[in-house]
């Protein structure tokens, strides 16, 4: 059972820093990233929190992924409900400013997207299955036989063009984080030396089998 609790402690710390690291993408201020126009958009029309809609939004998604055929695990749970709490909860303290010029805004959206990337690796290296979004990602991918980099650049710009008749902000900001991404998780998992191909994710009824079946039938 040891191994289930550091694997949850480093989920956990993974989704945390990806909250943290939303936060900065969002407080540069200089357009938001192509998922945050849309939370941002839809929370400013229905007066909600961008963490709230997050979670909503994971939810909705996580259906339609099952619907599709795609595996649910411990992660993509976690993934949709913990990203939005975190998000919330440290906006609330307002502890990130807005930076007062472009090159400081530049400067924290880079850092930001580094910092989600380092979190992206925390959390698919524990094995227990990816986010919503990347799992509509992954499921458009198999049923259309498309790239899977083009299903990711059909649902992302979608979710901007949606966010911004609803108000979300666009600008140069939304462009460094659609493209920019990308090369920054490529750079981590390189000095890393990860390869998220290799990860064999796990399903909930599976972890539930490995870990928890067996203790309580050991226990009797």
């Not at 945390?16 to 939370?39: E, Q, R």
């Not at 913990?82 to 440290?90: K, Q, R």
């Not at 899977?148 to 710009?157: L, P, Q, S, W």
């Amino acid at each position: 059972m040891k191994d289930i609790y550091q694997r949850i402690i480093r989920l956990m710390w993974g989704l945390f820093l990806y909250s943290f690291g939303i936060l900065l993408t969002v407080n540069a201020h200089i357009g938001y990233a192509p998922w945050d126009v849309l939370h941002v958009g839809i929370a400013d029309t229905v007066g909600l929190t961008i963490g709230s809609i997050s979670i909503l939004l994971g939810i909705f998604i996580v259906i339609i992924t099952v619907l599709l055929g795609e595996k649910v695990g411990l992660g993509t749970i976690c993934n949709m409900i913990f990203i939005g709490l975190f998000f919330d909860s440290i906006y609330a303290l307002k502890i990130i400013p807005v930076p007062e010029n472009t090159f400081l805004a530049i400067v924290m959206l880079i850092t930001g997207l580094f910092i989600i990337a380092f979190s992206t690796y925390l959390y698919i290296d524990t094995g227990f299955g990816a986010g919503p979004r990347d799992g509509l990602m992954v499921a458009l991918a198999r049923i259309t036989k498309l790239p899977i980099g083009i299903c990711r650049g059909v649902i992302e710009f979608m979710a901007v063009v949606s966010g911004w008749l609803l108000g979300g902000m666009v600008g140069i900001g939304t462009v460094l984080a659609a493209f920019g991404i990308g090369f920054c998780v490529q750079i981590t998992f390189y000095f890393l030396k990860f390869d998220a191909t290799k990860v064999e994710h796990e399903t909930i009824a599976y972890t539930y089998r490995k870990y928890f079946k067996k203790e309580i039938f050991q226990s009797k």
